[in-house]
């Protein structure tokens, strides 16, 4: 137990600051909503950072727990916790949270206070996601989280936004019907909500099957995985900005965080079972994805197609069930979170000025935006898997999973690294090289203070985790250990 409640603070500071830049009413009081909105995703961001600094990596069990009565006639708790598996997540939430709010200060200028709520509140339910311990609690923070991102794709979005909308709101949400009916079998089964006894249920082969794949129904959807992606691109294309990071930054870690908090743990003997049915999925994700994404003319679409791609590559890691692949995984997760808001950020200042995010009415950028086309440079790189990015860190590990695992699985993986370079290069030289062929691209003006600013900022983190990597990976490895172990356990215990 810890007598701050910090995960408490992270989740109730946004949600109850949303609330309160709601209250600040109309467009007229503009200014007010995005002042009371920054400081609370700063001060959210602030509370979280004692769970990095005073986080004990020498232990696999949950830290700065919480546990409340919450509906107690069906043994349900307020419970919280953290370890290794899910640390980083709450702190890079946060983090997007405060860029995503600088990025829409002066973008957004109609219902301004709704804009900056639905991000505030979105960013308080996905740490609860990430923080709980009991069943209900998980899947109540877990659905209601679709619900700003919902509206901000609805609201603020493109021309098909409420077409978007619907199709992500949908997809969804099928897949965590089948999920609930899991949970309700677990709690009938073990009398409990907790996650943790969860974990400790002795379930038959059959069982195990049938909770995996209502798991992977809900998780994979939200991953996505191929073939239940088509919601991403359109989600993505639709979404203003914002929505876009934090859709790629943070939403689709929730999925992929089921899998390593649920399915593995819950399901261990079904999952080592399956694995070669998922790693064939999350192939399929790295190279047919890829190829698709090289022949986008939406320079939004094609990161969408990307992000998909390199998704793929965190499913797999989970799936190999190495220390390498499992830890790879989760960098990947945290990397694709800096990179993914990056390009999306950089793709919403073109568009801010042009208006257009076909590649086709670009072209010479850098001769009017230089400074701009330095940080999508190096975006782009990281996006690749340049070495000293973070890009490079996490597809690399996964990689020598993958090769400890099967060599030809490896050899798969390792086509990401060719395609990536493939479509991401293509798309800059076409944006940012060549003649300016377009009067308006003649008339774009540089970044801005502002614009700099968020930049800068993910620059210094896409380097960081990069050159340094070990902050980010030190917390993990017992955690991930742990879990191995657990998994390979449960497979040996039902061995005859």
């Avoid at 200014?31 to 990095?52: D, N, Q, S």
């Avoid at 989760?330 to 990056?342: E, K």
């Avoid at 340049?386 to 490079?392: D, E, H, I, N, V």
Wanted: net charge neutral.
């Amino acid at each position: 137990m810890t007598d701050i409640p910090f995960l408490s603070l992270a989740i109730w500071i946004p949600i109850l600051g949303g609330l309160l830049v709601l209250a600040t009413g109309q467009d007229a009081n503009a200014r007010m909503a995005r002042t009371v909105a920054l400081l609370t995703a700063v001060f959210g961001l602030a509370v979280t950072l004692p769970l990095y600094t005073r986080f004990d990596a020498s232990t696999a069990g949950m830290q700065f727990v919480e546990l409340h009565d919450w509906i107690a006639y069906f043994n349900v708790h307020y419970h919280l916790g953290i370890d290794g598996l899910s640390l980083w997540f709450v702190l890079l939430n946060a983090f997007i949270t405060v860029l995503v709010v600088i990025a829409g200060w002066q973008v957004i200028q109609n219902r301004v206070a709704q804009y900056m709520a639905a991000f505030l509140i979105m960013s308080g339910l996905m740490n609860g996601v990430f923080a709980a311990l009991d069943g209900v609690l998980f899947y109540v923070f877990f659905e209601a989280s679709l619900i700003p991102l919902y509206l901000v794709i609805g609201v603020w979005g493109g021309p098909n936004r409420v077409y978007a909308a619907i199709k992500f709101f949908l997809f969804t949400l099928a897949g965590s019907l089948l999920m609930l009916l899991a949970l309700l079998y677990l709690y009938k089964s073990t009398g409990s909500f907790e996650i943790l006894a969860w974990h400790r249920a002795v379930l038959s082969m059959p069982v195990q099957s049938l909770i995996f794949f209502a798991f992977l129904a809900a998780f994979g959807v939200k991953v996505p995985m191929w073939p239940v992606h088509t919601w991403l691109p359109d989600a993505h294309v639709e979404a203003p900005t914002g929505g876009s990071v934090v859709l790629a930054a943070i939403a689709l870690k929730l999925g992929a965080y089921g899998f390593v908090r649920f399915s593995l743990p819950i399901a261990p003997d079904a999952s080592m079972h399956y694995a070669p049915l998922v790693i064939a999925l999350s192939l399929i994700a790295v190279v047919y994805i890829g190829l698709v994404a090289l022949v986008q003319g939406d320079m939004k679409k094609l990161v969408a197609y990307s992000s998909i791609s390199h998704m793929g590559f965190v499913t797999l890691g989970f799936f190999m069930m190495n220390p390498l692949g499992v830890e790879g995984a989760l960098i990947q997760m945290i990397s694709h979170g800096f990179v993914s808001a990056a390009m999306f950020l950089c793709i919403g200042v073109l568009y801010d000025r042009m208006h257009s995010r076909q590649i086709a009415d670009y072209g010479g950028v850098v001769k009017t935006m230089p400074r701009f086309a330095a940080f999508f440079m190096l975006f782009a790189m990281a996006n690749c898997g340049l070495p000293a990015t973070s890009g490079f860190v996490g597809e690399f590990t996964v990689i020598l999973g993958a090769v400890q695992y099967n060599f030809w699985v490896g050899l798969l993986a390792a086509t990401t690294l060719i395609l990536g370079a493939a479509y991401t290069l293509w798309m800059y030289k076409r944006v940012v090289f060549g003649a300016v062929s377009n009067e308006n691209v003649a008339k774009l003006t540089d970044i801005d203070a502002r614009e700099f600013f968020f930049l800068a900022l993910l620059a210094v983190c896409v380097l960081a985790m990069g050159v340094y990597p070990f902050p980010f990976t030190d917390v993990m490895h017992v955690s991930v250990n742990k879990l191995l172990e657990h998994v390979i356990a449960g497979k040996l215990s039902l061995l005859p």
